[in-house]
């Protein structure tokens, strides 16, 4: 590989490679040392195609959630199933994983320009703008660059939009399956909104149990299924529907999430 190869979007690779080594060595600790991350189905990572695969998963912090997923598939494509033990897998990360944020956010600062240098797909929400409600049309040129990143890899995406739980799904992330028909594999992460600030950034709190289920990846009739059909599919699989919530609603889960992150003790 020519040492300053470009692609898809114009990064260099060699470049892009040292910033997913350096930014894996440094968050490295905070899944295995600050807080435990439990990991489950990782051996599926092995078994997906080169490209065209899109991840759908909730949404907790702005860039935890990102950074322990590209450790956890680095760590699979190395051999190892549901486990972070030895960084050494992250020395030749795979380059052609994407994940999907608003433009204004990877802008907000040197940091999140370095990290969407490391593989963001930036798009402009057309709901929400610098904590205001919109009304947008959506660019076509963040369509055709989600395709451009699904043709060379994987994409990951977070189709609430928010890191606030239970939110509707967003019906662009159907439209995406419906016209371009990637491999769709749900995601369910948990205990990255106790342990990290809303970035994702600074460590809020140690000894929180993390937890990121990697699901089957979906059978989805992509000429048939309608969009709402889609959305309601991905909303229960990444356990957004309000039925994941049994008796208990969003105000009484967020007064109780402690107690509950105790009683979870059995993944340890």
């Given amino acids: 590989m020519p040492i300053f190869k470009k692609k898809p979007f114009g990064h260099i690779l060699y470049i892009k490679k040292w910033i997913i080594r350096i930014l894996g060595i440094v968050s490295h600790g905070r899944y295995r040392r600050f807080n435990k991350l439990q990991i489950e189905g990782s051996e599926i990572i092995r078994d997906l195609p080169e490209t065209n695969v899109l991840f759908v998963s909730n949404h907790q912090t702005y860039f ?136 994702g950034l600074l460590i809020k709190k140690r000894n929180v149990l993390q937890s990121m289920v990697i699901k089957k990846p979906m059978k989805i009739d992509y000429e048939n299924e309608t969009i709402d059909e889609i959305v309601k599919r991905i909303e229960i699989e990444i356990e957004q529907d309000p039925s994941s919530l049994k008796v208990i609603t969003p105000k009484e889960y967020k007064r109780l999430e402690d107690e509950l992150n105790k009683q979870r003790k059995f993944w340890k």
Wanted: no cysteine.
């Fill in 64 to 199: 935890a959630d990102v950074a322990a997923m590209l450790h956890v598939f680095n760590a699979a494509l190395k051999g190892r199933v549901d486990s972070l033990k030895n960084i050494g897998y992250i020395w030749h990360p795979k380059l052609n994983v994407y994940f999907v944020a608003a433009s204004e956010t990877m802008k907000s600062g040197l940091l999140p320009k370095i990290f969407a240098y490391a593989g963001s797909v930036s798009i402009q929400r057309t709901w929400r703008s610098k904590g205001q409600n919109v009304n947008r049309q959506v660019k076509m040129s963040d369509i055709s660059n989600i395709k451009k990143a699904l043709d060379d890899g994987w994409v990951i995406t977070f189709p609430q939009g928010t890191t606030t739980p239970f939110k509707p799904i967003r019906r662009g992330t159907a439209h995406i399956i419906k016209t371009y028909k990637p491999v769709v594999v749900p995601i369910v992460i948990d205990g990255f909104r106790r342990a990290f600030d809303k970035k």
